[in-house]
């Protein structure tokens, strides 16, 4: 015989506002104990108690719309009241503890979200553009994806996904990114893509100097300390080269797959080839090379091939072994609309999708799901 939960208005009504999600911690508000209080008086009245999770919460007028609105649509309802508190420290502590549990690092191995690294081998390739762009593509195939800008010393990312001078929530020792194309209009898609970088901690023009160590505590407080919710996939911007960052990386989540990003010169190719050998020595999986600026598409159809031509192939050549090839996954063209987005802050894949580089990064997309197994629908705690 099937069981059935509490019955009546009250019940009603706390299983209607338990459901909102909270757009930070994208879980329910009753999964995250931040319903205090539902009831229903004699006369229709809605009185409904939230506990948020700190004072000044920048969700909080949301939360409490979307919660009014739900509210509304209980049967039995005429108004609705609701009383916003916050929560005390033990009740943060639970919430924390809820969310993240006993995992420090969410995306070592044993994992189910899919960490692909964008690397290089020098600056100046584009890396950081493949990185925003390859999670704006990902995105809108519907998938739940977060970025991780880990080039502290060049960080970029909040400015390409057009999320510059965002902040993170801070709940005790929870971090809780922003999120860019957070109303992108449809409705198929996930809400936002969650992104962090050392950027959203400092003020615009102050330099990150930082040696080894620091390096290594700030990844790996990004690894543990920032919730992104249940992603798909995590795209990580690392720094270009093979130093400290890189390494803390390598160690930390060697269950990553890279992406080594190039341009078409071939003088570009040793150098690149050097950030795919370290990700193989740390035990990462090469997804592939990416060739970024690979040609400007002229008027009449022809191919203006300002950076030369071959890196990309000469860099997979390099990288492939007998029992491990290693293939040009994507070529980018050059683009003025990719450049003109970048500075802006609106990837190209959202403003012309029809662009060559727009379709290239969907294809690329397509190329880094086709590689490995799929997630959706699938608990990724």
Same mark, same amino acid.
Request: charged fraction near 20%; include cysteine; hydrophobic fraction near 45%.
């Given at each position: 015989?099937?069981?059935?939960?509490?019955?009546?208005?009250?019940?009603?009504?706390?299983?209607?506002?338990?459901?909102?999600?909270?757009?930070?911690?994208?879980?329910?508000?009753?999964?995250?104990?931040?319903?205090?209080?539902?009831?229903?008086?004699?006369?229709?009245?809605?009185?409904?108690?939230?506990?948020?999770?700190?004072?000044?919460?920048?969700?909080?007028?949301?939360?409490?719309?979307?919660?009014?609105?739900?509210?509304?649509?209980?049967?039995?309802?005429?108004?609705?009241?609701?009383?916003?508190?916050?929560?005390?420290?033990?009740?943060?502590?639970?919430?924390?503890?809820?969310?993240?549990?006993?995992?420090?690092?969410?995306?070592?191995?044993?994992?189910?979200?899919?960490?692909?690294?964008?690397?290089?081998?020098?600056?100046?390739?584009?890396?950081?553009?493949?990185?925003?762009?390859?999670?704006?593509?990902?995105?809108?195939?519907?998938?739940? @994806?977060?970025?991780? &800008? /880990? %080039?502290?010393?060049?960080?970029?990312? !909040?400015?390409?996904? =057009?999320? #510059?001078?965002?902040?993170?929530?801070?709940?005790?020792?929870?971090?809780?990114?922003?999120?860019?194309?957070?109303?992108?209009?449809?409705?198929?898609?996930?809400?936002?893509?969650?992104?962090?970088?050392?950027?959203?901690?400092?003020?615009?023009?102050?330099?990150?100097?930082?040696?080894?160590?620091?390096?290594?505590?700030?990844?790996?407080?990004?690894?543990?300390? @920032?919730?992104?919710? &249940? /992603? %798909?996939?995590?795209?990580?911007?690392? !720094?270009?080269?093979? =130093?400290? #960052?890189?390494?803390?990386?390598?160690?930390?989540?060697?269950?990553?797959?890279?992406?080594?990003?190039?341009?078409?010169?071939?003088?570009?190719?040793?150098?690149?080839?050097?950030?795919?050998?370290?990700?193989?020595?740390?035990?990462?999986?090469?997804?592939?090379?990416?060739?970024?600026?690979?040609?400007?598409?002229?008027?009449?159809?022809?191919?203006?091939?300002?950076?030369?031509?071959?890196?990309? %192939?000469?860099?997979?050549?390099?990288?492939?072994?007998?029992?491990?090839?290693?293939?040009?996954?994507?070529?980018?063209?050059?683009?003025?609309?990719?450049?003109?987005?970048?500075?802006?802050?609106?990837?190209?894949?959202?403003?012309?999708?029809?662009?060559?580089?727009?379709?290239?990064?969907?294809?690329?997309?397509?190329?880094?799901?086709?590689?490995?197994?799929?997630?959706?629908?699938?608990?990724?705690?």
């Amino acid at each position: 015989m099937a069981e059935h939960g509490p019955t009546g208005p009250d019940a009603a009504l706390r299983r209607a506002v338990g459901a909102v999600m909270d757009p930070e911690l994208r879980r329910a508000l009753g999964e995250l104990g931040m319903i205090r209080s539902a009831t229903v008086d004699a006369d229709g009245t809605a009185r409904i108690g939230l506990a948020l999770t700190i004072a000044g919460c920048p969700a909080a007028a949301r939360i409490e719309h979307d919660v009014r609105e739900v509210a509304s649509r209980v049967d039995g309802v005429a108004a609705v009241e609701v009383e916003v508190g916050t929560m005390t420290p033990d009740e943060r502590a639970a919430l924390i503890e809820r969310v993240r549990g006993a995992r420090v690092n969410r995306f070592g191995p044993g994992t189910l979200t899919r960490v692909i690294a964008i690397a290089s081998g020098k600056g100046g390739v584009g890396k950081s553009s493949v990185a925003a762009n390859l999670a704006v593509a990902l995105h809108r195939r519907g998938m739940r @994806v977060g970025v991780m &800008d /880990l %080039d502290v010393h060049g960080f970029s990312i !909040p400015g390409l996904l =057009g999320i #510059a001078g965002a902040r993170p929530t801070r709940v005790d020792a929870l971090v809780m990114p922003p999120s860019a194309l957070d109303d992108d209009g449809d409705p198929t898609r996930p809400q936002g893509i969650p992104a962090i970088s050392i950027g959203m901690f400092v003020e615009d023009d102050e330099p990150v100097s930082w040696r080894g160590p620091m390096l290594h505590r700030t990844i790996e407080q990004f690894l543990s300390d @920032v919730w992104f919710g &249940d /992603l %798909d996939l995590l795209v990580v911007d690392l !720094p270009p080269g093979t =130093g400290d #960052a890189a390494l803390s990386f390598g160690q930390l989540v060697p269950n990553a797959e890279v992406l080594v990003v190039t341009t078409p010169q071939p003088a570009a190719a040793g150098v690149a080839v050097r950030a795919g050998l370290l990700a193989r020595r740390l035990g990462q999986r090469l997804l592939g090379v990416v060739e970024n600026m690979s040609g400007l598409r002229q008027p009449d159809g022809s191919v203006l091939e300002l950076f030369g031509s071959g890196g990309g %192939d000469a860099t997979a050549e390099r990288l492939a072994t007998p029992d491990a090839p290693v293939e040009v996954v994507a070529r980018i063209p050059l683009s003025i609309a990719l450049r003109a987005g970048g500075d802006s802050g609106a990837p190209i894949a959202t403003t012309d999708p029809r662009d060559p580089a727009a379709i290239a990064f969907d294809e690329l997309a397509g190329a880094v799901l086709a590689a490995g197994p799929s997630r959706v629908g699938r608990s990724l705690l």
